[in-house]
């Protein structure tokens, strides 16, 4: 059993749900990386997404994509980012997840960079291009390692193809809530929670809810039809003050007390 499958059992059994914050890695640089992922931990996020910058990300809307701009013209590198995680992850409780594009994984080597990331103290990848017809290798060199493959779903996905997803993926299914970008949004799809119904239906595995969620309402709305929560532009959007003369104390206490209240609202 993987960390991430341990966590969402310890969760159900306790009928709690997941806050799953997304940090790009090197954004405003990788000294600021570790201790925001320290500081989420405190904070009691239960899993975090960590975003490898790619100068051609996979359906991120303008703040993230600026974040990951920020990133790799501060140098930011993978084995930096991999000597990062191994820093802090022996502390951390909750399992880090990477976001990752395939082209990164193919120019390292993919069991090269399955073995770097597990060494690292990485429990789980998220690789958004790598469509489910492609991905058996992948999914195999995982299980060899217990470590998750997290696939995506999303509301255009035709339902015969979200079965076959969800059959090769292991940790949690990620949901996607909207067609488009990643961003804040005020309001869901109303089609969001039949969707996410009959998706139970269709498997056992956790189902997380990522794509625009930005506050405790929102949170509320969907408790019921998910095992958890991810949240990126609204985090990164606070991260993006450090690069515009917002001292990083100040920018990390903004962040701590956001994910504090997201972390109430997945558990009350």
Sequence with gaps: MSAIDELFQKLRSENKRAFMPF???????????????????AAGCHL?????????????????????TRALNAGTKLEAIFETVSSVSSDL???????VSYAIVFRMGMEAYLDRAIAAGVSGLIVPDMPVDESAELATRCAERNVSLI???????????????AKTTTGFIYYVSITGITGERTELPPELTENLKWLREQTDLPICVGFGI????????????CDGMIVGSAIVRRIAAASEGVAVSDVIADVVAFSETMVSAVGD
């Design 93 to 99: 409780k909750m399992p880090v997840v990477t976001m």
């Design 214 to 225: 930005s506050g405790p309402d929102q949170v509320a709305a969907l408790k019921p039809y």
């Design 151 to 165: 696939q995506l779903i999303t509301p255009t996905t035709p339902r015969e193809r979200a079965i076959e997803i």
């Design 23 to 41: 940090v790009t890695a090197g954004d405003p640089d990788l000294g600021f990386t570790a201790e925001v992922l320290k500081q989420l931990d």
């Design 48 to 68: 975090v997404e960590l975003g490898i910058p790619y100068s051609d990300p996979i359906a991120d809307g303008p703040t993230i994509q600026a974040s990951y």
